[in-house]
């Protein structure tokens, strides 16, 4: 079966202490995953096996459970965001002026898909709902880079400001 | 009894029934697809709606508790209309691949689909495509038939092992192990539970039957086969005889005349089984070390123990399972008292087991210098094999089992379900110690389907307290008793509830079937009669077996059994 790539696991021991009294004070309670997941994003940045599994044997639920939970949720995250965070804005206005094609680009140029981040940690995608900027439309975001009045043709030279 | 209007038929039931027991109990049917009795009550898929007078939308009469004076219409135009658009729905991303597919004439979606009558599907569309995981010796998911009906998910549950679960959201929704793992790898036991409970054919086991059949072709080889004990009890299923018909006879004759050069009873290996097993049971309760022994016979739970509770591993009794006990004499003794060169052997064993499968494969499984079985089939692969060869299988005659593996006693036979093989150990650990007759060979202490039993009992003066759990889960309460200090000289476990007539090579039996019998029960029922009907019940009596140990292994748990008739475990983890 494919498996999909992934930067390695960097967490450290202060953030496995700090997840495990999480935990700790959630135990035993109904319900207890979802505000142990957040919590972890919080602390992570993502979610990833490592730290999926950790909860899993905290709070004694199935790993299969936890990551069906994850999965359902879109704001738990398995993938890490990149150095460089893009953004493709999939609002109204955005969306009808062809940000649809662009972000196809990004993901094909990468090689990974929405919420994704690149092996060596460079990159990562999402799509945003409305960021406000509907007068440049298409608009993509690179961390706190705006890019407006976009063609598919822009993107290679955006990647060429960041490798 | 709450007192109800289904139909406009007055109809009265206990409190605590839902609308769907209420409908049966007056034979109105409702259909149903997510619903499996004992397993699944989620009332996710829709199918059994029915419109309940006041209420405001249609309800799921699986999960609808009945109340007094309430309407029900099981059959209106409102409920029928809704009904069959989900079904059309499910259709429409459903791989509607029937006349190739491995449950074809056997599924329940296609039933349902003739029961209500779609002669079309009116929702066209792209279907979501899936990989094939076939990458364990076991199963195989082939999401692509996934009805999403979650009944896998809850025989998983059910079992206390999980590790499946419902993934992503909307079109993207489907049945997976966390993080895409195969089942190959994450700590499923095999036990095939997932199968049996699938109304469809998006779970099945890998087919092995090519390969026999190869063997078969091949005049080279003497090809062998044994067969386990719950095979006999389920599988005239498959050719329509009614539930809890023992089909010993004709399952052997259909065996000759599918090519195999020799037809064995598993019974046999069970009884040699019994003497290792029984003789370490004695060793281990007179030093009182190691205990509870607790028995390895089946696979899944062998694989449960590894993956989820190692610190039992050294409990597991060291002796082999009777299918890899006979494997290995088959490829020794047999062997060397035919004058059959081993390679030339090609060893097939019918097992009601999927786990099996990842057992014979076993690396440690190979003390005659190749792999003591080459091949495990299940019930369902024999049945198709049957089908296949044009075998009119309820009008074969019965015939025999060949010698000298062909005698078992009633003890071997009842290993198939859940308390058997104590309660063969027992009749056997008592006469060893005791010196005498056991007066009364029924020890019903062990049987039934009450998920844990225990008992107390008296031999040669001392105090033997035995337990026995089937299903995973019952297995994890009664280790987590022995964990808290609970004590146990013996256990039994079998990984699937009722032991291996519902194992999960069995054939499958549907939702409607399951909500009507004790399947169960009635397989068990085949097995007991069969240990009623023998002559011989202990398998200390069983004089091929004296002969065995006479001729070659000198004792039980001598030097040369320990070499070809002990194993050992591994620790696996859990994720």
């Known amino acids: 079966m494919e498996k999909k ?40 940045g993502y979610l990833p096996i490592e730290v999926q599994t950790m909860i899993a044997e905290g709070l004694n639920v199935p790993l299969a459970e936890i990551y069906g939970i994850v999965t359902f949720y879109t704001q738990f995250s398995l993938y890490p965001k990149g150095q460089y965070q893009i953004s493709v804005c999939l609002g109204t206005a955005c969306y009808v002026k062809g940000s649809g094609d662009i972000l196809e680009k990004i993901k094909e140029r990468l090689n990974i898909d929405v919420g994704q981040c690149t092996a060596d940690g460079r990159f990562s995608i999402d799509a945003t709902r409305c960021i406000g900027a509907c007068g440049l439309a298409p608009v993509l975001t690179v961390n706190e880079d705006v890019y407006g009045r976009l063609t598919v043709d822009d993107v290679d030279g955006i990647f060429a400001k960041y490798e | 009894m709450v007192n109800l209007k289904i139909n406009g038929q007055e109809v009265s039931v206990p409190e605590g029934y839902t609308i769907l027991d209420a409908a049966r109990e007056v034979g109105i049917n409702i259909p149903t697809l997510c619903y499996l009795k004992d397993i699944n009550q989620i009332g996710a898929c829709r199918m059994c709606l029915v419109e309940v007078k006041g209420a405001r939308a249609l309800q799921a009469a699986c ?3 009945v109340a007094e004076g309430i309407e029900v219409f099981t059959n209106s135009e409102k409920a029928r209309n809704a009904r069959r658009t989900t079904l059309e729905l499910i259709l429409s991303n459903h791989e509607r691949k029937c006349l190739t597919c491995i449950r074809n004439r056997n599924c329940e979606l296609q039933s349902l689909a003739e029961e209500l009558g779609v002669d079309n599907i009116r929702f066209e569309g792209e279907n979501t495509k899936y990989e094939i995981d076939d990458e364990s010796t076991s199963l195989v998911r082939d999401n692509s038939k996934c009805i999403l009906c979650r009944r896998c998910i809850a025989a998983c549950d059910n079992q206390g092992i999980s590790v499946i679960s419902c993934v992503n959201r909307g079109f993207s929704t489907e049945v997976a192990a966390s993080f895409g793992k195969s089942m190959s790898e994450v700590g ?18 890998k087919n092995d039957i090519p ?13 062998v086969v044994q067969t386990a004990p719950a095979v006999r009890a389920a ?54 070390e190691k205990l509870p022994l607790i028995t390895s016979c089946s696979p899944g739970w062998v694989k449960y123990c590894e993956h989820y509770y190692p610190e039992f591993i050294d409990n597991l009794s060291s002796a082999k399972s009777p299918m890899e006990i006979f494997g290995a004499i088959i490829k020794s003794y047999y062997a060397e008292k035919s004058g ?20 014979a494969a076993r690396p440690e499984h190979s003390s005659s210098g ?41 003890a071997g036979v009842i290993f198939g379900t859940t308390g058997g093989v104590m309660e063969a150990a027992i009749r056997t650990v008592y006469e060893i110690l005791e010196k005498k007759p056991l007066d009364d060979l029924n ?62 090579g069995q054939p499958v039996v549907d939702s409607k079937t399951r909500a009507k019998v004790n399947f169960k029960a009635e397989r068990a029922k085949a097995l007991y009669s069969e240990d009623e009907a023998s002559t011989l019940r202990k398998s200390h009596e069983n004089p091929y077996v004296q002969a065995l140990y006479k001729e070659y292994f000198g004792e039980p748990c001598s030097h040369k059994a320990h070499e070809l008739l002990h194993t050992h475990y591994t620790k696996r983890s859990k994720y």
């Open chain 1, 5 to 44: 790539t992934m930067p390695a696991f960097k967490g450290t021991k202060e953030q496995e202490e700090q997840l495990k009294a999480v935990i700790e004070s959630h135990k035993g309670q109904e319900g207890a995953a979802i505000p142990v997941l957040h919590k972890a994003q919080e602390i992570y």
């Open chain 2, 63 to 65: 999960v609808y508790p």
């Open chain 2, 188 to 205: 499923c036991i095999y036990c095939g539970q997932c199968i049996v409970s699938c109304p469809v054919g998006a779970l099945y086991e």
């Open chain 2, 211 to 223: 390969k026999v059949q190869r063997a078969i072709d091949n005049p080279e080889k003497h090809v």
């Open chain 2, 235 to 288: 599988l005239g299923e498959e050719f329509g005889l009614p539930m809890g018909t023992p089909v010993t006879g004709k399952m052997v004759a259909a065996l000759r005349r599918l090519g195999f050069d020799k037809v064995f009873d598993t019974d046999t290996a069970a009884d040699v089984t019994i003497m290792e097993e029984g003789t370490e049971f004695i060793e281990r309760f007179t030093k009182q």
């Open chain 2, 340 to 359: 059959i060169d081993k390679e030339n052997i090609y060893s097939v064993a019918i097992m009601p087991c999927t786990s099996k499968k990842f057992e």
């Open chain 2, 370 to 410: 190749s792999q003591d079985i080459d091949a495990s089939l299940t019930t369902r692969e024999l049945a198709r094999m049957i089908k296949q060869a044009g075998i009119n299988f309820a009008e074969l005659p019965d015939e025999e089992f060949d010698q000298p593996f062909g005698m078992a006693t009633g």
């Open chain 2, 443 to 504: 020890v019903t202490a062990v049987r039934g389907l009450d998920g844990i039993k225990e008992a107390a009992l008296k031999i040669a003066g001392k105090d033997v307290k035995v337990a026995v759990a089937h299903g995973t889960k019952n297995a994890s309460i009664l280790l987590d008793k022995v964990k808290a200090g609970e004590h146990y000289d013996f256990i039994e476990i079998m990984a699937c509830p009722g032991g291996c007539i519902n194992g999960g």
